[in-house]
C-alpha cells in the first residue's frame, strides 16, 4: 500500500512538473526584448481574399491623429485583458487536467493507463464510489452486530460474576 502511494504521489510530481515546463516554454508576448508583433487575428467577418477584415485596417489608417493613440492605448489594453484571460484559462486547463489524472490514479481500473479519456474516469470514479458506499454500508452492519454481541457478551460476563461470587459467600 505503501508503495503504491508513493507511485501515485511520483506519478503526480511528474504530471506538474510537466504542466509547468510546458507552461514556461510558451513565448511570453509582453517580453520588452521581443522586437515581434504578434501576428494579427483576423476578425470573424474576414475573408480569405480581401474584403471586409473588420475595424483593424480602418484604425491603421488613422496614424497621426489622436483617436490613433487612444485605439491604441485601448488596443493595448484590449491585448493585457486578453493575454491575462488566457493565462487565466491556461491555468484553469492545467488544474483541471491535475484534478483528473489524481482522481485517475484512485481508480484501480485505470490508474495505468495515462491515456485514459475523461468519460472513463468519471465513470470509473462514479463506480468506485459506490463500491466504497456499499463496502461503508456493510461495514456498518458488521460494526452493528458486533456491537450487539459485545453487549450480550458483556451481560453473560456480568451474569457469570455475580453468580461466582454468590458461590464464595
Do not use: W
Not at 8 to 32: A, G, H, R
Request: hydrophobic share 25%.
Amino acid at each position: 500500500m505503501q508503495i503504491k502511494q508513493e507511485i501515485k504521489q511520483e506519478i503526480k510530481q511528474e504530471i506538474k512538473e510537466e504542466m509547468v515546463s510546458d507552461f514556461d516554454e510558451e513565448p511570453d508576448q509582453n517580453d520588452s526584448a521581443s522586437t515581434q508583433a504578434p501576428p494579427a487575428k483576423r476578425s470573424r467577418n474576414s475573408t480569405k481574399a480581401g474584403g471586409n477584415t473588420g475595424g483593424r485596417k480602418k484604425a491603421a489608417s488613422n496614424q497621426g491623429s489622436p483617436t490613433k493613440q487612444r485605439q491604441s492605448s485601448d488596443s493595448d489594453s484590449d491585448s493585457e485583458k486578453r493575454n491575462l484571460h488566457n493565462n487565466m484559462e491556461r491555468q484553469r486547463r492545467i488544474e483541471l487536467r491535475i484534478a483528473f489524472d489524481e482522481v485517475r490514479l484512485m481508480c484501480p481500473e485505470i490508474e495505468y493507463k495515462d491515456k485514459a479519456p475523461k468519460v472513463a474516469i468519471l465513470k470509473n470514479a462514479s463506480a468506485q464510489v459506490l463500491k466504497l458506499k456499499a463496502y461503508d454500508e456493510e461495514c456498518e452492519r458488521q460494526k452493528a452486530a458486533l456491537r450487539e454481541e459485545q453487549r450480550r457478551l458483556r451481560a453473560k460476563l456480568s451474569a457469570l460474576r455475580r453468580s461466582l461470587s454468590s458461590m464464595y459467600r
